[in-house]
């Protein structure tokens, strides 16, 4: 998911907003006096200046909409499975971790801040151009253990209820040779579920201490999730939003190509 959107929109309401107000503001003054004076304006405007003024309003409602309420996204990886699959399109909560500047990101207004179990959506530290999403697991100050597929937090182990083996679907099928299993993670008040694999590359003990202003995010699928396991911990300055609802699902893989069994569905 790329940022350039932000940059694109934002330019084009800039643009657009310059054009409406010159000819709000001075070309149709112009265009009065002259008729208050008996005499034919010679400043009508003209039709590409009618037409990027026309899009002035909808551009800045666009805008507006999209950097400080709710930003559509689609999942293009498998990393958040069973949660998010391949194909979802979500809606982000843009307020929920506080209202930021679009493009610049400076946060503005105090809002709230992530909590543990959250589905957030991110700026990848190592470009900060890509969108990430994954789910809270450490909070600044906690320390993270992950050792045999189990999560510590602070010394204490999260809870896991095994479910069985778990079948994905369409563009979000088993690879060939996996018997992924299906989990259900309790994690302070949020029950969700995880995929475990038999591969072993991450049964390996690792732990972590959150640095103040950072977060540490973790895929739900567990063993197939490029994570703060690998690259680190999350900044604050780095925060787009809170993922909420699924809002359309599109995979022919599997048949129909809208599933409408997740439309509406609660991101938990």
Known sequence: MNLDFALIISL??????IVWAVDKFWLRKRRAEQLAAGRASDDQPSKPVEFLASFFPLLLLVLVFRSFVFEPFKIPSGSMIPTLLIGDFIVVSKYSYGLRLPVFNNKILETGEPERGDVFVFRFPEDNRTNYIKRVIGLPGDSITYRNKVL??????????VVGPWIGQGLNRNQPGTRPQLRIEQLSDVDHEILVHGNPVRSRQ??????????????????????S???GFVPEENLVG?????????DCGSGFCIDFSRIGDKIE
């Open 12 to 17: 084009l309401t800039l643009s657009t907003g």
């Open 152 to 161: 510590f937090i602070n010394g204490e182990p999260i809870e896991q209820q």
């Open 206 to 227: 690792a732990s972590w201490v959150v640095p103040e202003g950072h977060y540490f995010a973790m895929g739900d699928n567990r063993d197939q999730s490029l994570d």
């Open 229 to 231: 396991r690998s690259w």
């Open 242 to 250: 809170k993922a909420i609802r699924i809002w359309m699902h599109w």
